[in-house]
C-alpha cells in the first residue's frame, strides 16, 4: 500500500522493508509533538518558504491601502482594490483546483509566486519611476487574486504530499502558527520601513521575499510513507468506521492523466456532493466563514464607534487576536490524530461566544481580553478546518475540494457587504453580534445532531 501522491517503491517492495527503511530516513532532530513536522527536511524549506510568503503578504496588507488612499484619498477605491482581488479568485477557484489535482504541485505553486514577484516589483518599478497610478494597482491586485486562485488549492495540498497522514495535523497547525508570528509583527514592519524607505522600498522587499519562497520550495520532495502512516491510517479508520476512515492512503489517484476541462470540474462537483463528510465539512466551514470573518473588515469602525478609540487601539487588538491565534495554532500543533471533529466545534463554539462578548464590551483592555479567545477559537477552527477536509478527502480530488474551501474568503468579501448594510440598519453592535448568535447556535447544533463531524477522529 502506497500514498498515491508519493514516489512509489519497488514494486517487489514488501511493508517490512519499508518499515525497516524508515528509521534510516527519519531526522535526527529531538522529536517534540508541538513541532513535529519540522523533523521532515522537505517541510522544514516548505515552512521557510511559507514565512517568506506570508511576511510579503500581510506587509502588503498594511502598505496596499495606504498607497490607495494616499494616491486618490477615496475609501471607495481602497474597497474597490479588494473587490478587485476577490472577484478573479471566486472566477478561477475551481479551475485552480483542477490545475492543483492535473499538475505538479510545487511548479504550480513556484510559477504562481513568480508571477505575483513580477506584479510587487512592478509596482515598485512604477514609484520609482513616480508613473504609479490607481489603475495599475487595480490590474495588479486583479491579477494577484486570479493567481491566488490557481495557486493556493495547489498550495494546502503539497502538505499532505510533504509529511503524509500521520504528521499532517501538527503540518498545518506549524503553518497557521507561522501565518499568526507574521501577521502579528509583520504590519508593523511594514508601517515602519513605510516612514523608513518609503513606498517604494518596501514593494522592492515584498518582490524579494516572494522570490525567497520560490528558491525555498526547490529542495521540497514528497513524501514516502512508512510503516507507521500506514497503521496511522487503521487506527484512525477502525476509530471511526469505514465510511470516515482518512483517504491519504487510498489508492486510485489520476493526477498525471492531464487536464480535461469541464469533465474535470463535473467529476469535482459529483464527488463532493457524493462524498457526507466532506459535503458536511465544506457547509459547516463556509456558514463561519460567514458568520465569524466580517468582524475584521468592522474593527476599525467598531473602535471608533463603541470604544472611542484610534489606530493605536486598533493595533492593540489586532496584536492580541494575533496573540491568541498563535496559542490556538500551537495546541493543535500538539494534538494527536484524535477527537479532531470535536475540538473543531469546540473552537467554532468558543470564536462565536467571545464575538458576543466582544460586540456587548465597551472597555478597551476587556475587549483585547475577548480577542485573545476570538484569536484562540479562529485559529482552531481554521487548522482544524483544513485537516479535517484534507485528511478526508480523495487525493485525487483534493485540490478541487480545497479550491471550494479556499473560495469561501472570497466571498468573505460579500458577506461583509451584508454586515455593513446591517449594521447601517441597526448598528454595529446588532450587525455583528447577530452574526456571532448565528455561529453560537449551529456550533451546538454541530456538538448536539451532527455526529458526522463531531466524531470525526
Same mark, same amino acid.
Given at each position: ?23 534510516? =530516513?527519519?531526522?535526527?532532530? !529531538?522529536?517534540? /509533538? ?190 514516502? !510513507? ?39 470540474? =463535473? ?8 462524498? !457526507? ?16 470573518? !466580517? ?104 485540490? /478541487?475540494?480545497?479550491? *471550494? ?13 451584508? *454586515? ?38
Amino acid at each position: 500500500m502506497r500514498a498515491p501522491w508519493s514516489p512509489a517503491p519497488a514494486a517487489s517492495t514488501p511493508v517490512g522493508e519499508v518499515e525497516a527503511a524508515a528509521p534510516a =530516513r527519519r531526522s535526527r532532530m !529531538p522529536s517534540v /509533538r508541538t513541532f513535529e513536522a519540522l523533523n521532515s527536511r522537505s517541510f522544514r524549506w516548505f515552512f521557510v518558504a511559507m514565512l517568506a510568503q506570508f511576511s510579503s503578504m500581510h506587509m502588503q496588507m498594511l502598505v496596499n491601502p495606504w498607497l490607495v488612499f494616499d494616491i486618490t484619498g477615496s475609501y471607495a477605491r481602497v474597497g474597490a482594490i479588494s473587490l478587485a482581488s476577490a472577484i478573479p479568485g471566486l472566477i478561477l477557484g475551481f479551475p485552480g483546483g483542477v490545475v492543483a489535482d492535473r499538475a505538479p504541485k510545487k511548479i504550480v505553486v513556484q510559477i504562481g509566486q513568480a508571477v505575483n514577484a513580477f506584479g510587487t516589483l512592478g509596482i515598485a518599478v512604477l514609484l520609482t519611476l513616480d508613473m504609479l497610478t490607481f489603475t495599475h494597482l487595480m490590474l495588479v491586485s486583479a491579477l494577484q487574486g486570479g493567481v491566488f486562485a490557481i495557486m493556493g488549492p495547489a498550495r494546502q495540498a503539497m502538505i499532505p504530499e510533504i509529511v503524509g497522514p500521520r504528521r499532517l495535523s501538527n503540518a498545518i497547525g506549524l503553518n497557521m502558527a507561522g501565518l499568526n508570528v507574521t501577521r502579528m509583527g509583520v504590519p508593523a514592519l511594514g508601517g515602519f520601513l513605510l516612514v523608513l524607505i518609503g513606498p517604494a522600498g518596501v514593494y522592492y522587499l515584498m518582490g524579494v521575499l516572494i522570490l525567497i519562497a520560490v528558491a525555498g520550495l526547490t529542495p521540497v520532495t514528497k513524501h514516502v !510513507p512508512t510503516a507507521e502512516d500506514i497503521e496511522e491510517e487503521r487506527a484512525l479508520a477502525a476509530a471511526a468506521g469505514t465510511d470516515q476512515a482518512p483517504r491519504m492512503l487510498a489508492a486510485g489517484h489520476g493526477g498525471g492523466s492531464g487536464a480535461r476541462g469541464l469533465s474535470d470540474i =463535473r467529476d469535482g462537483i459529483r464527488y463532493m456532493r457524493g462524498d !457526507p463528510v466532506v459535503l458536511a465539512l465544506l457547509w459547516i466551514n463556509f456558514f463561519i466563514v460567514l458568520m465569524s470573518m !466580517p468582524y475584521m473588515q468592522m474593527l476599525a469602525g467598531f473602535v471608533k464607534e463603541v470604544l472611542h478609540g484610534g489606530p493605536e487601539q486598533i493595533g492593540f487588538l489586532i496584536s492580541a487576536t494575533g496573540i491568541g491565534a498563535l496559542a490556538g495554532s500551537l495546541v493543535v500543533a500538539s494534538m494527536p490524530n484524535r477527537g479532531r471533529g470535536k475540538v473543531f466545534l469546540v473552537s467554532a463554539l468558543i470564536l462565536g461566544v467571545a464575538l458576543v462578548g466582544f460586540v456587548i464590551s465597551t472597555s478597551l483592555w476587556l475587549t483585547a481580553a475577548i480577542m485573545l479567545a476570538v484569536g484562540f477559537g479562529q485559529a482552531g477552527r481554521m487548522s482544524l478546518g483544513s485537516i479535517l477536509i484534507m485528511s478526508y478527502t480523495k487525493p485525487e480530488f483534493q485540490g /478541487r475540494v480545497m479550491s *471550494v474551501y479556499m473560495m469561501e474568503f472570497s466571498l468573505v468579501s460579500f458577506g461583509t457587504f451584508a *454586515v455593513g448594510i446591517l449594521a447601517e440598519m441597526v448598528g454595529i453592535q446588532w450587525a455583528i453580534g447577530s452574526t456571532a448568535a448565528a455561529l453560537v447556535i449551529v456550533s451546538i447544533y454541530g456538538l448536539l445532531l451532527m455526529p458526522r463531524v463531531r466524531d470525526l477522529p
